[in-house]
């Protein structure tokens, strides 16, 4: 999975986006029980070891920052699409830290 907002969004909106989901995945990291009745009220696995794992694969520190080899994974996934006729990306498809 992943987040993406559209290039015509003005840069100042799409960094302040940015900002703002990284200040929620750092709340969520910091406060791990604040989302457990919406998770549990929406799990279709009720016992929580398994909800928590489903959690942690999908939202872990590559959420906060890709660094080097999140962004290598990606431009991997870009070059492999292009093989199979995913129109070219020529910008970054990262947002710019202000």
Do not use: W
């Amino acid at each position: 999975g992943g987040i993406a907002i559209h290039r015509r969004i003005k840069p100042s909106i799409r960094q302040r986006f940015d900002s703002l989901l990284r200040e929620s995945v750092q709340y969520a990291f910091d406060n791990p029980d604040a989302s457990k009745d919406y998770v549990t009220c929406h799990a279709q696995e009720m016992d929580e070891s398994v909800m928590r794992s489903h959690i942690n694969l999908y939202v872990n520190d590559y959420s906060l920052d890709l660094g080097e080899k999140g962004k290598a994974a990606i431009s991997k996934m870009y070059e492999v699409g292009k093989q199979f006729g995913m129109p070219r990306v020529e910008d970054s498809v990262f947002v710019p830290i202000a």
